[in-house]
């Protein structure tokens, strides 16, 4: 897989995007802290304002108005857009394009790209749209959804917390919490094909997963 499909990889499991939102996505979306934080805590946001349609080749209006949001930058998020080149493309400034420059193909890129990443990686049949639901997993996982509910809903682009909680609430009757840091770790070691089996990430008790903020530690 390349460079850029593991970002985009990395941008829908880190972010939460679809895979109409990472095709219409430009760089005007893009804003980057001009400052770096030792701890990781401000990295940027994206504005999400439009998306491909499945089947066309045009950027159009998001499904519900409340698709249109401010997601916040996990730092291996913000590692993988600073290290996607900026191509010529058309319409100009698109994060990721086709191979002649246009939007990204979601059939073409489906079979080319996932698919034999998917059959490498030993998860035949694994939809790309699963890592959207991996995102509000791990802000579960975190201790983000039972304490700040409407930020999880406003970072999927739910219109309420109620859909959030309907379809992530079984995560948190299961209590289980990963160590946020130790999961962000993983997720950048795996972009940059490393050994992810390698590295532990602990489980913590349902005590210990509570955050002062939502993006502490981000």
């Known amino acids: 897989m390349r460079p850029e499909d593991l970002a985009g990889a990395l941008r829908d499991a880190g972010a939460g995007l679809s895979f109409g939102e990472i095709a219409a996505l430009r760089w005007e979306d893009v804003h980057f802290d001009r400052e770096q934080t030792l701890d990781r805590t401000q990295r940027g946001?994206?504005?999400i304002v439009r998306q491909v349609a499945r089947g066309t080749h045009a950027a159009g209006p998001l499904k519900?108005?409340?698709?249109?949001?401010?997601v916040d930058l996990l730092w291996p998020v913000r590692q993988a857009l600073l290290d996607t080149p900026q191509r010529a493309t058309t319409p100009p400034g698109l994060v990721v394009c086709g191979v002649h420059g246009g939007y990204l193909s979601h059939n073409w890129w489906y079979r080319a790209i996932w698919q034999p990443a998917c059959q490498r990686a030993g998860l035949p049949g694994l939809h790309f749209h699963t890592l959207r639901h991996?995102?509000?997993s791990l802000m579960a996982a975190w201790g983000l959804l039972g304490e700040f509910p409407l930020y999880v809903a406003s970072q999927m682009g739910?219109?309420?917390?109620?859909?959030t909680m309907r379809v992530y609430?079984?995560?948190m009757r299961e209590g289980v919490r990963l160590d946020k840091e130790a999961t962000l770790r993983a997720l950048y070691a795996a972009y940059r094909?490393?050994?992810?089996?390698?590295?532990a990430v602990p489980v913590l008790p349902p005590e210990s997963a509570t955050a002062s903020s939502p993006m502490e530690g981000a």
């Open 45 to 47: 946001k994206l504005h």
């Open 64 to 70: 519900t108005r409340s698709r249109e949001r401010w």
């Open 134 to 136: 991996a995102f509000a």
């Open 158 to 163: 739910h219109a309420d917390a109620t859909t």
């Open 169 to 171: 609430a079984r995560l």
């Open 193 to 199: 094909g490393e050994a992810v089996r390698d590295l």
